[in-house]
């Protein structure tokens, strides 16, 4: 039991705080927050047992969990360093890490500090998004882990076995390239598909009418906080392009089967992508090797 401090109370610091405060890993929660909305409703819903400004959390706490957008983690991060008292960690959860790495890479507490990316989520953000369990049966990555201290591994180590969550090692910009193709683009892909509905559909009553579980399934990630996924996609632009370009590639070959009316060109495209069926449903899942 110890003095947990989460800086940035939304769906994936809030979701921690359930699930440590219920692991009874943490005796006391402190929260971290520049909006005075979630602050109170970070106190309200019972995330944190108070909210208090950094130097002060920063000072009470053994573990700090950073849970802001990374753009502002990129930013944040060498202070805390600076802040941290002996024998304390720090960790990150943003879904980018070759740049924060490096905005580090040189500091004097470095090896306070652990690189880590638990992969959940949902659509929904702020405090009132939080949920239970939100992290069970997931995957954690950690990149660099060479350059944290034994310590340090073990503490996050520890969260993460409390939170449900299996731990794969990763090197950083490894991490970006394949989060930029399993994560990142589809993001994109649902926000660029509800810009082409709205711009075709007009009326908003067809879109609510005829949109099916299809449609909305595929929508749901456009629902996202644009003020965290566009850091995302900024610091990320690199392979991110990469796999755009490719993702284009494969459209267009799309269309221009669809309008030469190659039906069985299309089919044997479709048949090549229910490859990913039994991947997603883990029947060819084979253990992971850390990298």
């Known amino acids: 039991m110890k003095t947990v401090c989460i800086i940035g109370t939304g769906l994936i610091g809030g979701s921690m705080a359930l ?3 219920k692991g009874e890993f943490a005796a006391r929660i402190i929260g971290v927050e520049q909006h005075a909305a979630h602050a109170a409703d970070a106190l309200a819903c019972g995330l944190v047992d108070a909210v ?3 130097e002060e959390a920063l000072s009470e706490a053994s573990l700090t969990i950073l849970a802001i957008p990374v753009n502002a983690a990129l930013q944040l991060l ?3 360093l600076d802040l941290l008292t002996p024998g304390a960690v720090v ?21 306070q500090y652990v690189a880590a990316h638990p992969i959940a989520g949902t659509e929904n953000s702020g ?14 990555i950690i990149c660099e882990q060479e350059r944290s201290s034994q310590q340090a591994l073990a503490e996050a180590l520890a969260l993460m076995e409390v939170l449900g969550m299996r731990t794969l090692y990763m090197r950083a910009e ?5 989060l930029a193709y399993v994560s990142h683009l589809s993001h994109i892909s649902s926000f660029v598909l509800s810009l082409t509905v709205l711009d075709i559909e007009k009326e908003e ?30 610091q990320n632009t690199a392979f991110l392009s990469l796999a755009l370009q490719e993702y284009i590639t494969h459209l267009q070959l799309f269309q ?9 060109a299309l089919l044997q495209m479709m048949e090549e992508a229910n490859r990913i069926r039994p991947i997603l449903e883990g029947k060819s899942r084979t253990p992971q090797p850390a990298l």
């Open 19 to 21: 699930d440590l405060r």
């Open 52 to 54: 208090l400004p950094l």
């Open 78 to 80: 060498p202070r805390i």
């Open 91 to 111: 960790l990150d959860v943003g879904s980018t890490k070759a740049q924060l790495c490096a905005a580090v890479a040189h500091h004097p507490k470095r090896a």
């Open 127 to 140: 405090p009132r998004a939080a949920l239970a369990g939100l992290f069970q049966g997931k995957t954690n």
């Open 174 to 178: 490894e991490h970006d390239k394949h």
């Open 205 to 234: 009553e067809n879109i609510f009418a005829l949109a099916g579980s299809g449609f909305a399934s595929t929508a749901r990630l456009a629902k996202s906080s644009p003020a965290m996924w566009g850091p995302i996609f900024e």
């Open 256 to 264: 221009q089967r669809l309008q030469q009316g190659n039906t069985p």
